[in-house]
C-alpha cells in the first residue's frame, strides 16, 4: 500500500496558531503518511532554540491550560514529529550558518511547497 502525502504549512507563531501544524503533523506521521512541515517567515521562529511561545492578546489564559494538563510543549512535539520522520523546511527565507534551530530544516521557495501540496492527499496551513 502506497503511503499517504501530507504537506503542513505553519504561517504564524503564536502560541495557539503553532499546536495545530504540530499536531496534524505528529498525528499523520502515526498514521503512516510522509510529511512535510513547512515554516513560513512567521512559524519559523517556532523552529528557534529560544523560542517562547505566547498566545495572542485575550487568551492568554491558554498558557496556563496547557500547563495544567500537562500538554506537550512546542519544542516536545517538534522532537515527536523529527523522531516520527516529518521533514522540516523553511520557506524563502535567507538563513545564515548562525540560525539557531532547534532541528536543521531545508531552505525552499513557496514554489516548492505548493507543488508538493498539489500531488499530496493533504495541504494544511495554520
Known amino acids: 500500500m502506497e503511503s499517504k502525502k501530507v ?4 504561517l504564524h507563531d503564536e502560541l495557539e496558531s503553532a499546536y495545530p ?3 496534524i503533523a505528529v498525528g499523520a506521521a502515526s498514521s503512516g503518511a510522509d510529511v512535510i512541515l513547512a515554516f513560513s517567515r512567521s512559524g519559523v521562529n517556532i523552529l528557534d ?3 517562547i511561545p ?3 492578546e485575550g487568551i492568554e489564559y491558554l498558557s496556563n491550560a496547557i500547563h495544567d494538563f500537562n500538554v ?4 516536545e512535539m517538534l522532537e515527536i514529529a523529527v523522531e516520527m520522520g516529518v521533514q522540516l523546511y523553511v520557506v524563502d ?3 545564515d550558518d548562525e540560525s539557531n534551530f532547534i532541528y536543521p530544516a531545508e531552505q525552499v521557495p513557496i514554489k516548492w511547497i505548493l507543488n508538493e501540496a498539489v500531488s499530496a ?3 494544511v496551513h495554520f
Not at 7 to 10: F, I, K
Not at 72 to 75: D, F, G, L
Open 7 to 10: 504537506v503542513v504549512l505553519a
Open 21 to 23: 501544524p504540530l499536531n
Open 49 to 51: 532554540k529560544r523560542y
Open 54 to 56: 505566547i498566545p495572542s
Open 72 to 75: 506537550p510543549t512546542i519544542h
Open 93 to 95: 527565507l535567507d538563513i
Open 121 to 123: 492527499d493533504l495541504f
